[in-house]
């Protein structure tokens, strides 16, 4: 029987605890609707914990953001600590400031200015917010860029920061278009404003603005993905591939060969079973190469092991977050092969072809962990939504058998990473109580989830937990600035 080290109290455990389960949910949901439960169970469970956290532990709360959590709930913890500042400390407020300037830096301009206008909406205009959207807009790389790119959203910020700007931009905000006789210094700003009249300039803009201008104008959208293919975004090409190649824009192709594991593992499923087939090289190699970036230099030290991969049904995910979770598990085949000397993968389906995988039929998550475990791995990796119904509870129970009397010893490392939450249970769902079990959103997050789903075996040491948040924290803040999105 456990029994608790003397330093902890009570009290340490339920927040080790309680930290646990808000990283499970911050990196696994978004707020949408998932294929048990629907976007609003889902927003109001979030919802439920990050008010918790804050009220309860918002020194860990902030440090949140130097984790792996997804976009959406990084922007939720900045909004919600920027609107109760009166509420921290003046040590809290630099070291959440701090926090906030490196989150935002790394997050997908979109998401960012969606924030700013949430805050102006919710009327956050402290100081701090001031100063923080002010140095934001001063650290883009390309400010003429965002200002056609995102104009209205670039307008409300610099409104809500009582902002003064130089050149060109103030007046391309907020002068009306058609009372501009004049051109711009700047060329994108100029090009922006001579596409109202003039083709050739549409070519000059993003993708997203341009594609408005080539609507207005009645261009043909072959001809139209065909000039503006050399301005497309890796992203762009990879979304448009399909239907450039249906308008007959041939000149507009993804290099799968840069392109992250997860998001290409996502791109590779939404293929027709007939084209991964025929692509089957070229989408294989492309994963792999992939995995061997993910994996760096940790690539074959994982010795033997053996993955328990879930293609059931459930995998399908949901209309908004179509096989996400299939992409998951597909992404961690790849990145497993990477880091293993040895990889024994079990999809639950039974089939052996990573690439030809599709949701379907049962979960008999039971059945395939006890396969895995008669091959003697180091390690064996579950990535399921743990909803094991074939029979149900058949996976815990052989699990609890395993752990408890055939390998006491922990010869066998055995970690669930889950890519669903669930709203229900304020948390990813678990198979058995001794095992780890992590939420995962990315499959190039797989290695360092393993090393985090420790905390969450037995019961948990709060500081060493604490120790682990605070060399993450400091890693964040201490590494070289992030390339802008």
Request: a positive charge; glycine letters at 6%; one cysteine or more.
């Amino acid at each position: 029987m456990e029994t608790q080290s003397p330093r902890e109290t009570p009290a340490d455990l339920v927040a080790a605890e309680d930290v646990l389960l808000f990283v499970n949910a911050a990196i696994t949901s978004t707020g949408q609707r998932e294929f048990h439960s629907d976007a609003g169970e889902q927003r109001m469970s979030l919802d439920f914990l990050h008010a918790y956290m804050l009220g309860n532990y918002r020194d860990l709360y902030a440090a949140t953001l130097a984790l792996n959590i997804n976009d959406h709930n990084a922007a939720l913890i900045v909004r919600r600590l920027l609107e109760s500042a009166k509420e921290a400390t003046p040590e809290q407020r630099r070291t959440e400031g701090r926090l906030i300037a490196r989150r935002l830096a790394a997050l997908p301009p979109p998401r960012v200015y969606r924030l700013f206008r949430e805050l102006r909406r919710a009327g956050v205009n402290n100081r701090r917010t001031r100063a923080i959207v002010r140095d934001w807009l001063a650290a883009r790389p390309d400010p003429a860029f965002d200002a056609v790119k995102y104009r209205g959203a670039v307008k409300s910020a610099v409104r809500h920061a009582h902002l003064r700007l130089d050149g060109d931009l103030g007046p391309f905000l907020f002068e009306p278009v058609g009372r501009r006789s004049e051109g711009f210094g700047s060329p994108l700003l100029e090009a922006w404003r001579r596409a109202h009249y003039e083709q050739s300039a549409v070519y000059e803009l993003p993708y997203t603005v341009a594609e408005g201008f080539a609507a207005k104008h009645g261009i043909d959208r072959e001809v139209f993905l065909e000039r503006i293919a050399p301005r497309l975004t890796r992203l762009e090409r990879l979304r448009l591939q399909g239907a450039a190649r249906a308008a007959g824009a041939d000149s507009v192709r993804a290099d799968l060969a840069t392109m992250p594991l997860t998001r290409l593992a996502t791109y590779v499923l939404s293929l027709p079973l007939d084209e991964r087939a025929a692509r089957r090289a070229e989408l294989t190699a492309a994963l792999r190469a992939a995995a061997r970036r993910a994996a760096g230099p940790r690539a074959g030290t994982w010795g033997r092991v053996a993955a328990v991969l879930d293609d059931s049904f459930s995998s399908f995910g949901s209309t908004r977050k179509r096989r996400r979770p299939l992409a998951v598990a597909l992404g961690c085949h790849f990145l497993l092969e990477a880091l293993a000397e040895e990889f024994i993968p079990l999809w639950l389906s039974g089939g052996r072809d990573p690439l030809m995988r599709y949701p379907y039929g049962a979960t008999p998550l039971g059945e395939r962990i006890l396969d895995a475990l008669e091959h003697r791995p180091d390690r064996l990796l579950i990535v399921s939504d743990g909803w094991d119904n074939a029979p149900p509870g058949l996976a815990g129970e052989v699990l609890r058998v395993w752990r408890t009397r055939l390998d006491p010893g922990h010869r066998t490392g055995v970690v669930h990473l889950n890519p669903v939450y669930d709203a229900e249970g304020f948390d990813v769902r678990r198979l058995a109580p001794g095992v780890p079990t992590a939420g995962v959103r990315d499959a190039e997050d797989l290695p360092t989830l393993v090393e985090f789903a420790r905390f969450a075996e037995g019961r948990t040491d709060l500081a060493e937990l604490r120790a682990h948040l605070d060399a993450r924290v400091r890693h964040f803040l201490d590494r070289p600035e992030p390339e802008a999105p």
